[in-house]
């Protein structure tokens, strides 16, 4: 596995104003300096690929994480300690039917708290003005992710973003696969595995959210095998500290990714009586008739009609 990974120092040309705000906001470097913690997941990938870390981190519309991992347990427990100690009470203004949040320079971290997972403690920060009125959220990640950065890394679900930041004798250094390097440009997500409850709903939120267009051909058959495995109940158990309380397959992620197609023609059998959707049509004035729709089969009946007109 080490051989798969690239310890390396951040080069000149990854430094930009957007970084350095980061890197220096009070509570990221207390983190990364004093707690060891690492910078990954799709902020890392931002940060390579010199994007608006402002827009991503501070905007209202589906914005990103500070994702911050651990070698071990106590680096891990005195960054949580110190979110704690440093964390206060958000402030509101009601504005009409919105509520909005007021900036308070006095109060670093707000809203301190384990994940519903139990995986991660999390927070918020607050950046500087241009960035947006919008508080930045943190996750300190623990767990079963402690350790050097190839072995959480190892463990993400694309490839594309198995990359990591953090300190080395006071230089920012950076950790990656080669396959990360390889997708660099790539606006294909590349799967490695179907361990992970949460997949596919990840998957659709890249697809959705993340400027990725598609999936490596190498990808499909990670679909194929997480179908079967939801299929036959298998993410039911806490895998990795997550546990899926509801059905995996019937889940509106996996809704989206039938009907935009990312889930092939021949994988629909394996949802066939398992994605179903009610709707009320309309009929007259004062009667409606409910109309039971399963969203594999019918996007099976729309693919083979469209396949047989060609």
């Not at 508080?135 to 402690?146: H, N, T």
């Not at 993410?235 to 397959?249: M, N, P, T, W, Y």
């Not at 809704?255 to 179903?276: A, F, H, P, Y």
Request: with cysteine; charged share 30%; net charge positive.
């Amino acid at each position: 596995m080490k051989n798969n990974f690239i310890y390396r120092i951040a080069s000149k040309n990854e430094y930009y104003k957007d970084l350095d705000t980061l890197l220096n906001h009070n509570v990221i470097k207390y983190f990364m300096k004093d707690c060891n913690a690492m910078i990954s997941g799709g902020l890392a990938e931002k940060i390579f690929k010199r994007v608006d870390l402002g827009n991503y981190l501070c905007s209202d519309d589906y914005n990103g994480d500070i994702d911050l991992y651990f070698r071990n347990n106590n680096d891990h427990q005195k960054a949580m300690n110190y979110a704690k100690k440093m964390a206060g009470e958000p402030r509101h203004l009601l504005c009409g039917e919105r509520e909005t949040y007021v900036p308070q320079p006095d109060i670093e971290i707000v809203n301190a708290e384990w994940s519903c997972t139990k995986i991660s403690f999390e927070g918020h920060i607050q950046f500087q003005k241009d960035w947006g009125q919008w508080r930045a959220k943190f996750q300190l990640v623990g767990g079963k992710f402690f350790g050097k950065p190839s072995k959480f890394l190892a463990s993400y679900d694309f490839a594309n973003l198995q990359r990591c930041y953090f300190y080395k004798d006071d230089l920012l250094a950076v950790c990656e696969s080669k396959r990360c390097i390889e997708l660099s440009d790539s606006k294909l997500l590349d799967i490695r595995h179907s361990q992970s409850p949460m997949m596919m709903h990840r998957l659709n939120k890249y697809l959705k959210y993340r400027g990725y267009v598609g999936i490596t051909p190498g990808s499909k058959e990670h679909i194929t095998d997480w179908l079967i495995r939801a299929r036959a109940g298998m993410f039911r158990e806490k895998i990795d500290g997550i546990q899926l309380f509801s059905d995996a397959v019937d889940s509106p992620p996996v809704e989206m990714l039938v009907r935009s197609g990312v889930v092939e023609t021949k994988d629909l059998v394996l949802l066939i009586g398992k994605i179903i959707r009610y709707r009320t049509k309309r009929r007259g004035y004062q009667y409606h008739d409910t109309v039971v729709e399963d969203i594999a089969l019918e996007a099976l009946k729309s693919r083979l009609k469209i396949d047989n007109e060609l």
